[in-house]
Every structure is written in C-alpha cells, then in structure tokens.
C-alpha cells in the first residue's frame, strides 16, 4: 500500500517538474514520441518469435486439453473466483484515480459475490445487480496521470508490455492478496491455473492475430499498445 502512494507520489513529481535533470525522462514517455521510440526492436523480435513457439508448440497444446477437460460454465466460475480475489487491484487504483463510485461498486461486487456468489464462483453481483466490475491496474493508472507508456518491451511469456506497464506489475503485484498468503511454488500453481483458464477463452484471438499479421511483432506491439490506450481513456 505504501509502495503505491510512493510510486502515485514519484509519478506526480515526474509531470510538473521543471527541472533539465527530467527533460530526457519526459521526453521519452511523452505521448508525442512514444509510438517512434523502440530501442529493444531487435530484442522484441527475438522475444515475440519464442513466445510464439513456446505459445504453438506447449502452451495452447496444454490449454486446449485443459479446454476439453473442464465444461465452459466450470471455466467460468474459476475465472469469477480469480478475478473477485483481484479486487484490492481494482479497488486501490479506481481510489488512485479518484473514480470514487467505481471503487465502491468494485467493494459492493466483492461483499456479494464472496457471499452470495460463494466465494466470487458467481458473479452474482453482475447477473442480479448489474453492478459491473471495472478493472484498472497501476499501469492505467500513471496513464491517467499523463505518464505515456515508454519504449515497448516483450515480456517472456507474458508478451507485449511497455516500460510503464512492466514497472506497474511490480506495484500491482504487491496489492495482490496471493502475495502474502502463498509460497513460490503455490503462486507459481495459482499464476499458471489463472493464465491457462482465462486462456482457455481466448486462445483463438491470439491465433486469428498470427493468421492476419504480416509481420508479428509490429502486429501484436500495435494492438497491445492501442488497446491499452483505450483502457486509459475509457
């Protein structure tokens, strides 16, 4: 929680200072240049063409069984589970981002689908009281504030990110409950089931992504980086 503020604090220092020792740090993440700046091309290249082979060759082979072994509506139920556990992410940057009647829709979601919804399998906060989730991480957060997203990174395994959104993970990271309640191999476990059951309804994006790309690096950094902007200004 500390950390959190810290970094909203840093943040803030970053935009209205005037001083030459931030004129390269704020031209770099400028919204102006930050789409022309791509220092790790030849590394993202590298990056986005093992992934791709990690992704076709063992990770979309394991999903697609997993896919077959459990029925869309169990899919369903362990992803209400993961994302009510997320609410403390949710709920800290809807409060960051002063979206006050967001952040107490996000608490009423999780006191009813942790009940009612027994413990968030159902999202019965949704079905019964149309009271929708509204997800915002750090990342989105230092978006709000005007800080852009920096030069593109492609994270192993995870894919596309930039700099702002791969220094955010660490943040959002600590406000996750699993942080401090499981060990590594335990949150290396939850982490892999999350990925591999959100995956199981999604597998064929990535899939129609690869079919229509020319190129697949440029591809996917276009559509990462569009689709977060339109996170931040949503």
Avoid: W
Avoid at 17 to 33: I, M, N, P, Q, R
Avoid at 52 to 60: G, H, L, T
Avoid at 204 to 218: G, Q
Wanted: net charge negative; aromatic share 16%; hydrophobic share 40%.
């Amino acid at each position: 929680m500390k950390l959190f503020f810290i970094l909203l604090i840093i943040t803030n220092l970053i935009l209205y200072a005037d001083s030459e020792l931030f004129d390269d740090f704020e031209e770099e993440f400028s919204s102006d240049v930050e789409k022309e700046i791509d220092p790790l091309s030849g590394y993202n290249n590298i990056m986005t063409n093992y992934n791709d082979k990690f992704y076709m060759n063992i990770y979309f082979p394991i999903v697609d069984k997993y896919t077959e072994a459990i029925p869309e509506d169990g899919r369903l139920s362990i992803s209400n589970f993961f994302e009510n556990i997320k609410f403390p992410i949710r709920f800290l940057n809807n409060i960051a981002q002063l979206k006050f009647t967001n952040a107490f829709e996000e608490s009423s979601r999780f006191v009813i689908n942790s009940t009612i919804g027994i413990a968030g399998l159902f999202d019965v906060a949704d079905t019964s009281f149309d009271i929708k989730q509204h997800s915002e991480d750090f990342g989105q957060t230092l978006g709000f504030y005007g800080v852009g997203s920096g030069f593109h990174i492609v994270l192993p395994f995870l894919g596309p990110s930039n700099l702002r959104d791969s220094l955010s993970l660490i943040v959002d990271c600590q406000a996750h409950p699993t942080n401090y309640s499981l060990n590594l191999s335990q949150s290396i476990a939850y982490h892999s089931l999350y990925s591999i059951n959100d995956s199981s309804f999604n597998a064929k994006t990535y899939k129609n992504f690869k079919e229509d790309a020319i190129e697949l690096y440029p591809y996917l950094k276009n559509i990462y980086e569009q689709h977060r902007e339109s996170e931040i200004n949503k």
